[in-house]
């Protein structure tokens, strides 16, 4: 049985309301429970960065985690595109993730070019979803090193 008292403080907070404290709860709730319905996640952050002197020119970083790289974020500055540095930096990410025993790469994108990119520096399209936003096709692309058991 409820207790109504309890019912009557309860209230709904929305956007701008909820604090991000509250936020990230809800979000480390989600990635906990969903932990916890899986065997031997072994979840690590991974990041690389390239300065010149102390400027951030370029940077990724992701997770790896049962034998995955997860790539959430590939940079690189402005100024600096088109000198082969994202695909530095994305070797950089790739070859920690081997000494750590990762056997596939997985990362996404909404730009075609940046998918062909991918594509040429080893990665094989999974998945499209079209017009994922207006105008825009999300790409989800893999690079197998090692057939998994």
């Known amino acids: 049985m409820t ?43 991974i990041a690389v960065a390239l300065y010149d002197g102390d400027v951030l020119i370029a940077g990724g970083f992701g997770r790896t985690e049962f034998q995955r790289l997860y790539i959430s974020y590939l940079w690189v500055e402005a100024d600096h595109r088109g000198q082969g540095l994202g695909g530095d930096c994305l070797r950089q990410l790739e070859a920690l993730a081997l000494q750590r025993g990762c056997v596939d790469a997985l990362i996404e994108t909404l730009l075609d070019e940046v998918a062909e990119l991918y594509e040429h520096l080893g990665y094989a399209c999974i998945s499209h979803v079209h017009d994922f936003v207006p105008g825009f096709t999300r790409h989800t692309l893999l690079k197998v090193w090692q057939a998994r058991d």
């Not at 956007?15 to 072994?42: C, E, F, K, M, Y």
Request: charged fraction near 35%; glycine fraction near 10%; hydrophobic fraction near 30%.
């Open 3 to 45: 207790d109504p008292t309890r019912i009557a403080s309860r209230e709904w907070r929305r956007d701008g309301a909820v604090p991000q404290a509250d936020l990230d709860a809800i979000r480390d709730g989600v990635i906990t429970h969903g932990r916890q319905q899986t065997q031997g996640s072994d979840a690590r952050d």
